[in-house]
């Protein structure tokens, strides 16, 4: 049942993104998909999904990955850098933050319809055992724990 949308995921080649591309494939859309090159993942993409090799941090890749002749685009960006520790690394913020600004500028330049920005709960303060957690209104950085939910 395709919808006239193309959708752009980011990090198809990871959990959420195989399984997001999955079920849009399921269901007869057209998907391309962001792949960093060399990742062994991208065998876990399903068949059907348009691969497309770029990096988050180099906008030239990004251009390529959103040059697409429709004008329905729906941009879902789940790549990231999962990261535990508390100290900060460059490279994670290249990725989740400069990457993740570069994806809105484009989406901005191409006119996507929609952007869906997916974390994990990571980026979620914890709370005492029992309660339960919802997304904050406003994110309180001294509550995140790891440099992951922070950036």
């Given at each position: 049942m395709?919808?006239?949308r ?6 198809a080649a990871g ?7 999955r079920q849009l494939?399921e269901?007869?859309c ?9 990742d062994?993942?991208?065998k876990?993409?399903?068949k059907?999904?348009?691969?497309v090799y770029?990096d988050?941090?180099d906008?030239?890749?990004l251009e390529?990955?959103f040059d697409v002749?429709?004008?329905q685009?729906v ?6 850098i999962v990261?535990l ?7 994670v913020?290249?990725v989740?933050v400069e ?5 809105i ?5 191409k006119?996507?319809?929609k952007?869906?920005?997916v974390?994990?709960t ?6 005492p055992?029992?309660q339960?957690m ?6 309180d950085?001294?509550?995140?724990v790891?440099?992951?939910g922070k950036t």
């Amino acid at each position: 049942m395709e919808d006239g949308r193309v959708y752009l995921l980011t990090g198809a080649a990871g959990f959420l993104g195989n399984n997001i591309a999955r079920q849009l494939i399921e269901k007869g859309c057209r998907v391309r998909g962001l792949v960093l090159k060399g990742d062994k993942a991208v065998k876990h993409i399903p068949k059907g999904v348009e691969i497309v090799y770029g990096d988050l941090t180099d906008k030239t890749s990004l251009e390529n990955f959103f040059d697409v002749e429709k004008e329905q685009l729906v941009c879902i960006h789940c790549a990231s850098i999962v990261y535990l520790k508390e100290e900060p690394s460059e490279l994670v913020y290249r990725v989740n933050v400069e990457g993740t600004r570069n994806v809105i500028d484009l989406c901005l330049k191409k006119n996507v319809e929609k952007l869906v920005y997916v974390s994990s709960t990571g980026t979620v303060a914890e709370l005492p055992p029992g309660q339960l957690m919802r997304e904050p209104e406003k994110f309180d950085l001294d509550k995140i724990v790891g440099y992951y939910g922070k950036t």
